[in-house]
């Protein structure tokens, strides 16, 4: 695979992540961020096409299929998000590279279908992307 990768000659950066793997063009992708917006500034380069990043006022403002990204996710904002959000709605926190493991077992026992540790964003669309695939799986 790696061999693969090097001889594209349309002069794509290298990325850690498969994200050019197909999905249903039909579907876009959007994902909603909560939280401090510096945690994803490079995060729009490495997702696929037609996926979009918005900010929404507060969860109510939720759309149905969207993918919840919290960039500083606790307890309590996972608990509250997994209560008042529709339970195909996939939840995502975003944590600090050295988060302590009770942090992280915190936030996905309060219901957060991933947590990523870290800030790199072409490991956080990995972690999307993979999302959006589970989602579409489960319908």
Request: hydrophobic share 45%.
């Amino acid at each position: 695979m790696l061999v693969q990768l090097n001889r594209h000659q349309d002069h794509r950066p290298f990325a850690a992540t498969a994200i050019d793997l197909p999905l249903n063009p039909a579907t876009r992708s959007m994902i909603a961020v909560f939280g401090h917006p510096g945690r994803v500034a490079g995060l729009a380069a490495h997702l696929p096409r037609g996926w979009e990043i918005r900010r929404p006022a507060d969860l109510q403002d939720v759309r149905p299929d969207e993918i919840v990204l919290f960039t500083q996710a606790g307890v309590p904002e996972v608990t509250y998000a997994r209560a008042v959000l529709p339970r195909r709605t996939r939840i995502v926190a975003l944590l600090d590279y050295d988060a302590p493991g009770e942090r992280v077992a915190g936030v996905l026992t309060a219901g957060a279908d991933v947590c990523v540790r870290g800030g790199d964003p072409a490991i956080l669309a990995g972690h999307l992307v993979a999302c959006r695939r589970r989602q579409l799986a489960d319908r």
